[in-house]
């Protein structure tokens, strides 16, 4: 089992940045992928930004250079450094983790911290 363990969520004005970290813990193999997805109330949860294993990195439309994903193999730590930030970023984000040592791959969800983005 992996335990995802999210910290740095919280209120920020238009404008601003903020940055989450996430930590894999339990039995974390590689080849594995990390990313944040998010979910805004009365919406689907959706994909901010994931990075593979390897480095590649796969972003929603609406990140546009604002937010950078940042993966540390050998601590299994993933930030998210958001800046610009708009008020329709506020939302829940989730740190997931994608094994691809196994089939089928297992997928591992953080609790969720929030960002709200409010002035």
């Known amino acids: 089992q992996v335990q995802l363990a999210e910290s740095g969520g919280g209120l920020v004005q238009p404008g601003g940045s903020l940055t989450l970290s996430c930590t894999a813990s339990g039995l974390v193999y590689s080849p594995y992928d990390m990313g944040w997805y998010r979910q805004a109330p009365g919406k689907q949860r959706e994909l901010v930004v994931e990075i593979l294993d390897g480095g590649n990195t796969k972003s929603a439309d609406f990140v546009k250079g604002r937010f950078r994903i940042s993966r540390d193999d050998a601590e299994n730590s993933l930030d998210l450094t958001m800046t610009s930030l708009r008020p329709e970023d506020t939302a829940v984000y989730y740190c997931?983790?994608?094994?691809?040592?196994?089939?089928?791959?297992?997928?591992?969800w953080g609790q969720g911290t929030q960002v709200t983005v409010s002035s």
């Open positions: 997931n983790l994608r094994t691809r040592h196994e089939f089928p791959s297992r997928e591992y």
